[in-house]
């Protein structure tokens, strides 16, 4: 329970009107049973239903929360849209949902080039707000309806990164709430209230944020931050169409989506590097024959009509590359994209085929929700920013292991999942997703979710996943061997009495060695649960 | 898990399970479809979620309070009822979430209510009164029941056996008169027989939309016999609510499907706007005014015709036989529209939220009638976005949402106009130019 006391200070905070511990409001706040990663063992066995809820408007009223719940040792996670499915909900009994979602400030700078956001603000909120003033943001895979702010400590990567850069590096000022009710200032907002680049004075303190992926929360609340803006072509996106069938009208002279069919696997991967070594394109990347069929499909039924016609042989002989072309310049900057691309794709066999000129997915939109569609089930298993070479050679161990998990995966006939271009092929992601039916018995997927964590270690794959969504005495000890020290002691340091969104990150450790049909699968050491330093908050929950 | 041979029968809540149970948490029910997201401000749909802030107003806190119900593991309360009950039904969230994931939240929205009602939580006191006067007076106003037909002007008599019939609703005979009288000398300038109920009652819409399902059901059979005895082949209403009442919900509380009624259910806008066609009416007197034209729910994304299905639910959830959604793509959006762009002198312009991504008036579907203040709300909110694009006034296509923007520019002492669009097309023919209410009354 939530003492006596402390409602009282959270009610004097925010008023009555924005806090609650009424259990009928609060088990509106459950993770699953729908969701990302939900209707799994995680989500099954891990999240609890917070017992209560409050919404502050501003950071002094996050400040003052967190300091009563450091007062009376009450657990607690920030919340900004909750799509983050199991791991954006509370952990443990007895915790506190802050949700963020009154915390709607805007201001956006078109001379400079830039947003400042509080965590309500989602992605087609800002790029409309952007898109209006010649500007525009990525939206990233998480979708146009996921708080800018979570997404953006949490991943960020999108098709458009290809052209804009990783997420962590258009980031140009944060403001963020500590564990314990402490205010730290990161890049230019350290200096002054006019954030204008990433860089401050020092010592950087970024890393509590993310390393390639975010820590879930469990470091602190964002309640501001400040990102880089891109300019546009001046050309409208014209929304149309009636839902479900509504799109963005691309003005072709400017911006413009080409499919290409490339022989084989090998040209393909070519035919990316090229691209970015030309520097041409704003978006980069093979799509996976499944994600056609989701595209065509009007229905789940008529999606499994599609997909069931499909032949592994099909899959592999299936090479569609997608290249965004957007004029920034002037029109004559598409007539020489054009003309590059078409060098190269043609001196590798590729042929271009007839695009539709509209853009469903990945400028306003994300369609991120619709890949619950044709199971029930969804989460993607791993993502990873590394070479071309090593993203896609991650897909395809990937597909391999995915062989002796299917079913209860949904049959994908060896599909190598999804692989981009990122930063002029600087760089190159794989994003691999998984497919299964919520209504039936899960267990073997929480098992292939763990094995390709292990696939990783087997084949030093680095993937961004590898901390906050594995276990982390797994994958610490084989990465850098000793980070995960090093992010205990952190934590330690910040959250001493682990009150920001405990377990994490120890979330996943605590789940295997809670799960019976994953104990066969631990096969790494850790310390016991009474040599591990187990924290009241946890501890509730463990013993 | 199969799902052996069920149907969408909304007095079965076991067959929503699986709808409820697959909610993301996307919110896609409650913001604007992103692909139309106007920016910072207007950019969500659903009134209640967007008025009470907490996850448990929108339909992905109200389905998982619902499963929780259902299995027991939350005991009814007066918050639980409040949150089922202070929403519109207004459809924003269903087509929102067959944006992308075709589950029926639209419908489990109605079998919890439902329930609540035949678990003896629901409705809420003021639906109970309502009901009452409804069963007594045969109209949600308990006025007297003889007085009726007081609207219908002197000069016009209906036709029996006509092959249409003109249903005008409780909102259209005793509070907007000026809709039914506008209906019926369109319908006579355009050279339509119609006729009338003898003795018409209410449509039962506040019964359906509370739960009370048995009740409304008697008011479906008793009115539909009527019209099936008339002769009629279309019945015309110029209440959003009693079309969506006609051609939506009669069928689905019958078992039915909207095609198998017998004869067909057109609003005054389709009526009118299939006249202008056949050069039946014509717009001939200029109507000044810049208006935005605001959709309502129940003649929008409510308005598709309902097709009974039933079937199993196989592994991924596919249903057998494949089911004909209803998404609300093929509302009743453009007739309103190209009636609007005919009329000489009007300037009426869309608002940012539209057709399906409308956001609701609040009155609706028992939701003014047990929680004014949010209906009231519900109404600034889309009076401040009138004003946002610059119009002078609203034209809706709905007695009950002229009502309600009627008592939030009362109540905020504003200078906008509020008009039902019958009201404009009779101008407009040159039916009577002194009913121009542009009405700031009430």
Same mark, same amino acid.
């Given at each position: 329970?939530?003492?006596?006391?402390?409602?009282?200070?959270?009610?004097?905070?925010?008023?009555?009107?924005?806090?609650?511990?009424?259990?009928?409001?609060?088990?509106?706040?459950?993770?699953?049973?729908?969701?990302?990663?939900?209707?799994?063992?995680?989500?099954?066995?891990? +999240?609890?239903?917070?017992?209560?809820?409050?919404?502050?408007?501003?950071?002094?009223?996050?400040?003052?929360?967190?300091?009563?719940?450091?007062?009376?040792?009450?657990?607690?996670?920030?919340?900004?849209?909750?799509?983050?499915?199991?791991?954006?909900?509370?952990? +443990?009994?007895?915790?506190?949902?802050?949700? #963020?979602?009154?915390?709607?400030?805007?201001?956006?700078?078109?001379?400079?080039?830039?947003?400042?956001?509080?965590?309500?603000?989602?992605?087609?909120?800002?790029?409309?707000?952007?898109?209006?003033?010649?500007?525009? +943001?990525?939206?990233?895979?998480?979708?146009?309806?996921?708080?800018?702010?979570?997404?953006?400590?949490?991943?960020?990567?999108?098709?458009?990164?290809?052209? !804009?850069?990783?997420?962590?590096?258009?980031?140009?000022?944060?403001?963020?709430?500590?564990?314990?009710?402490?205010?730290?200032?990161?890049?230019?907002?350290?200096?002054?209230?006019?954030?204008?680049?990433?860089?401050?004075?020092?010592?950087?303190?970024?890393?509590? #944020?993310?390393?390639?992926?975010?820590?879930?929360?469990?470091?602190?609340?964002?309640?501001?931050?400040?990102?880089?803006?891109?300019?546009?072509?001046?050309?409208?996106?014209?929304?149309?169409?009636?839902?479900?069938?509504?799109?963005?009208?691309?003005?072709?002279?400017?911006?413009?989506?080409?499919?290409?069919?490339?022989?084989?696997?090998?040209?393909?991967?070519?035919?990316?590097?090229?691209?970015?070594?030309?520097?041409?394109?704003?978006?980069?990347?093979?799509?996976?024959?499944?994600?056609?069929?989701? @595209?065509?499909?009007?229905?789940?039924?008529?999606?499994?009509?599609?997909?069931?016609?499909?032949?592994?042989?099909?899959?592999?002989?299936?090479?569609?590359?997608?290249?965004?072309?957007?004029?920034?310049?002037?029109?004559?900057?598409?007539?020489?994209?054009?003309?590059?691309?078409?060098?190269?794709?043609?001196?590798?066999?590729?042929? @271009?085929?007839?695009?539709?000129?509209?853009?469903?997915?990945?400028?306003?939109?994300?369609?991120?929700?619709? /890949?619950?569609?044709?199971?029930?089930?969804?989460?993607?298993?791993?993502?990873?920013?590394?070479?071309?070479?090593?993203?896609?050679?991650?897909?395809?161990?990937?597909?391999?292991?995915?062989?002796?998990?299917?079913?209860?995966? /949904?049959?994908?006939?060896?599909?190598?999942?999804?692989?981009?271009?990122?930063?002029?092929?600087?760089?190159?992601?794989?994003?691999?997703?998984?497919?299964?039916?919520?209504?039936?018995?899960?267990?073997?997927?929480?098992?292939?979710?763990?094995?390709?964590?292990?696939?990783?270690?087997?084949?030093?794959?680095?993937?961004?996943?590898?901390?906050?969504?594995?276990?982390?005495?797994?994958?610490?000890?084989?990465?850098?061997?000793?980070?995960?020290?090093?992010? #205990? @002691?952190?934590?330690?340091?910040?959250?001493?009495?682990?009150?920001?969104?405990?377990? !994490?990150?120890?979330?996943?450790?605590?789940?295997?060695?809670?799960?019976?049909?994953?104990?066969?699968?631990?096969?790494?050491?850790?310390?016991?649960?009474?040599?591990?330093?187990?924290?009241?908050?946890?501890?509730?929950?463990?013993? | 898990?199969?799902?052996?041979?069920?149907?969408?029968?909304?007095?079965?809540?076991?067959?929503?399970?699986?709808?409820?149970?697959?909610?993301?948490?996307?919110?896609?029910?409650?913001?604007?479809?992103?692909?139309?997201?106007?920016?910072?401000?207007?950019?969500?749909?659903?009134?209640?979620?967007?008025?009470?802030?907490?996850?448990?107003?929108? %339909?992905?806190?109200? $389905?998982?309070?619902?499963?929780?119900?259902?299995?027991?593991?939350?005991?009814?309360?007066?918050?639980?009822?409040? *949150?089922?009950?202070?929403?519109?039904?207004?459809?924003?969230?269903? &087509?929102?979430?067959?944006?992308?994931?075709?589950?029926?939240?639209?419908?489990?929205?109605?079998?919890?209510?439902?329930?609540?009602?035949?678990?003896?939580?629901?409705?809420?006191?003021?639906?109970?009164?309502?009901?009452?006067?409804?069963?007594?007076?045969?109209?949600?106003?308990?006025?007297?029941?003889?007085?009726?037909?007081?609207?219908?002007?002197?000069?016009?008599?209906?036709?029996?056996?006509?092959?249409?019939?003109?249903?005008?609703?409780?909102?259209?005979?005793?509070?907007?008169?000026?809709?039914?009288?506008?209906?019926?000398?369109?319908?006579?300038?355009?050279?339509?027989?119609?006729? $009338?109920?003898?003795?018409?009652?209410?449509?039962?819409?506040?019964?359906?939309?509370?739960?009370?399902?048995?009740?409304?059901?008697?008011?479906?059979?008793?009115?539909?016999?009527?019209?099936?005895?008339?002769?009629?082949?279309?019945?015309?209403?110029?209440?959003?609510?009693?079309?969506?009442?006609?051609?939506?919900?009669?069928?689905?509380?019958?078992?039915?499907?909207?095609?198998?009624?017998?004869?067909? &259910?057109?609003?005054?806008?389709?009526?009118?706007?299939?006249?202008?066609?056949?050069?039946? *009416?014509?717009?001939?007197?200029?109507?000044?005014?810049?208006?935005?034209?605001?959709?309502?729910?129940?003649?929008?994304?409510?308005?598709?015709?309902?097709?009974?299905?039933?079937?199993?639910?196989?592994?991924?959830?596919?249903?057998?036989?494949?089911?004909?959604?209803?998404?609300?793509?093929?509302? &009743?959006?453009?007739?309103?529209?190209?009636?609007?762009?005919?009329?000489?002198?009007?300037?009426?312009?869309?608002?940012?939220?539209?057709?399906?991504?409308?956001?609701?008036?609040?009155?609706?579907?028992?939701?003014?009638?047990?929680?004014?203040?949010? %209906?009231?709300?519900?109404?600034?909110?889309?009076?401040?976005?009138?004003?946002?694009?610059?119009?002078?006034?609203?034209?809706?296509?709905?007695?009950?949402?002229?009502?309600?923007?009627?008592? %939030?520019?009362?109540?905020?002492?504003?200078?906008?106009?509020?008009?039902?669009?019958?009201?404009?097309?009779?101008?407009?023919?040159?039916? &009577?130019?002194?009913?121009?209410?542009?009405?700031?009354?009430?």
């Amino acid at each position: 329970m939530i003492p006596k006391e402390a409602i009282k200070e959270f009610e004097s905070i925010v008023g009555n009107e924005y806090f609650t511990v009424d259990p009928v409001i609060c088990e509106g706040y459950r993770g699953g049973p729908g969701g990302y990663e939900c209707g799994l063992g995680y989500e099954k066995m891990m +999240v609890r239903i917070p017992k209560g809820i409050i919404l502050p408007r501003q950071t002094s009223e996050v400040r003052a929360i967190v300091s009563v719940c450091y007062q009376y040792d009450i657990p607690y996670v920030p919340y900004s849209t909750g799509f983050y499915g199991a791991k954006s909900h509370p952990h +443990v009994e007895n915790a506190l949902l802050i949700d #963020l979602k009154r915390m709607n400030g805007f201001e956006i700078d078109e001379r400079h080039l830039l947003a400042v956001v509080e965590p309500g603000i989602i992605y087609s909120q800002l790029q409309e707000e952007a898109l209006r003033r010649g500007m525009y +943001v990525s939206v990233g895979g998480g979708g146009g309806q996921v708080s800018v702010i979570a997404n953006m400590i949490n991943d960020g990567t999108s098709p458009h990164s290809y052209r !804009f850069g990783l997420a962590q590096r258009r980031i140009l000022g944060t403001e963020m709430v500590l564990p314990d009710g402490d205010l730290l200032r990161l890049g230019s907002l350290a200096i002054q209230e006019d954030p204008f680049w990433g860089e401050g004075p020092g010592p950087d303190l970024r890393g509590l #944020l993310r390393g390639g992926t975010g820590w879930r929360g469990s470091f602190g609340i964002v309640t501001k931050m400040a990102i880089k803006l891109m300019p546009f072509q001046p050309e409208a996106l014209r929304p149309e169409g009636v839902s479900p069938q509504t799109s963005l009208r691309l003005p072709q002279n400017r911006v413009k989506w080409v499919n290409i069919r490339m022989p084989d696997h090998m040209s393909l991967k070519k035919a990316v590097y090229e691209i970015g070594k030309a520097e041409i394109g704003a978006a980069v990347m093979k799509v996976p024959l499944f994600w056609r069929a989701v @595209a065509r499909a009007k229905s789940k039924e008529e999606f499994w009509e599609i997909w069931s016609k499909e032949s592994e042989e099909r899959i592999q002989s299936f090479h569609l590359l997608r290249v965004l072309l957007i004029a920034y310049g002037s029109e004559d900057q598409m007539k020489y994209e054009e003309r590059v691309l078409t060098d190269i794709v043609t001196e590798l066999g590729g042929q @271009a085929q007839r695009t539709k000129q509209t853009d469903e997915s990945w400028f306003k939109n994300a369609d991120s929700a619709g /890949m619950w569609l044709m199971c029930g089930g969804y989460i993607s298993v791993d993502y990873i920013s590394e070479t071309l070479d090593h993203a896609v050679s991650q897909g395809e161990r990937m597909a391999d292991l995915k062989r002796n998990f299917t079913p209860p995966l /949904m049959p994908d006939y060896g599909e190598r999942g999804w692989f981009q271009s990122l930063e002029m092929g600087h760089q190159g992601y794989s994003e691999y997703l998984i497919y299964w039916d919520p209504e039936e018995n899960t267990e073997r997927v929480d098992q292939f979710y763990l094995e390709s964590a292990k696939e990783n270690i087997r084949r030093r794959f680095y993937t961004a996943l590898l901390g906050p969504n594995q276990p982390l005495y797994l994958t610490g000890p084989a990465y850098g061997r000793d980070y995960h020290q090093w992010l #205990l @002691a952190i934590k330690n340091e910040f959250d001493p009495k682990w009150l920001c969104h405990p377990p !994490f990150p120890l979330a996943h450790d605590q789940f295997i060695d809670e799960a019976e049909w994953m104990k066969t699968l631990k096969d790494w050491k850790e310390p016991g649960l009474k040599e591990r330093k187990v924290f009241p908050s946890v501890k509730s929950q463990t013993d | 898990m199969a799902q052996k041979q069920f149907d969408f029968d909304i007095t079965r809540i076991d067959h929503f399970l699986y709808d409820m149970r697959g909610c993301i948490k996307c919110k896609g029910c409650m913001w604007v479809d992103h692909i139309y997201m106007p920016g910072i401000r207007f950019s969500t749909r659903c009134p209640s979620a967007t008025r009470y802030f907490f996850d448990s107003f929108g %339909a992905y806190g109200k $389905m998982r309070i619902g499963l929780a119900y259902i299995e027991k593991r939350l005991p009814p309360s007066d918050t639980l009822r409040h *949150i089922f009950y202070v929403c519109t039904l207004c459809g924003a969230c269903d &087509v929102g979430c067959k944006r992308n994931l075709d589950l029926e939240i639209g419908l489990s929205l109605e079998a919890l209510r439902v329930k609540l009602v035949r678990d003896g939580v629901g409705p809420m006191p003021a639906h109970q009164k309502k009901a009452d006067e409804i069963f007594l007076c045969h109209n949600v106003f308990g006025y007297p029941h003889k007085k009726r037909g007081a609207w219908i002007p002197q000069k016009i008599s209906p036709t029996k056996g006509a092959k249409t019939l003109y249903f005008a609703g409780c909102y259209g005979s005793y509070i907007h008169t000026e809709v039914s009288r506008a209906t019926v000398k369109i319908l006579e300038a355009s050279g339509t027989p119609f006729q $009338m109920m003898d003795d018409e009652w209410c449509c039962g819409n506040l019964l359906f939309s509370v739960g009370m399902i048995e009740e409304a059901k008697r008011q479906a059979e008793r009115n539909l016999s009527i019209v099936r005895e008339s002769g009629a082949t279309t019945l015309l209403t110029s209440c959003a609510e009693c079309y969506r009442m006609w051609k939506v919900d009669y069928p689905k509380i019958l078992h039915l499907s909207t095609s198998e009624l017998g004869f067909e &259910v057109k609003h005054l806008t389709e009526f009118v706007h299939e006249a202008i066609s056949e050069g039946r *009416i014509k717009f001939s007197i200029p109507f000044e005014g810049k208006l935005a034209y605001h959709d309502s729910c129940s003649l929008s994304r409510l308005s598709e015709p309902w097709i009974s299905w039933s079937g199993e639910r196989q592994q991924w959830g596919i249903l057998q036989p494949p089911l004909s959604r209803r998404r609300g793509t093929c509302g &009743v959006y453009q007739s309103p529209r190209e009636i609007l762009n005919l009329i000489p002198g009007i300037h009426w312009a869309e608002l940012h939220r539209k057709k399906e991504n409308g956001f609701c008036c609040g009155a609706g579907r028992g939701t003014e009638d047990a929680f004014p203040d949010f %209906a009231m709300w519900a109404a600034e909110q889309r009076l401040e976005e009138v004003v946002a694009i610059g119009a002078e006034g609203i034209i809706s296509a709905c007695p009950r949402c002229k009502s309600n923007f009627l008592r %939030a520019v009362k109540k905020n002492q504003q200078e906008l106009q509020v008009f039902d669009i019958s009201e404009i097309i009779l101008a407009s023919i040159g039916g &009577v130019k002194k009913e121009r209410s542009g009405d700031r009354r009430h």
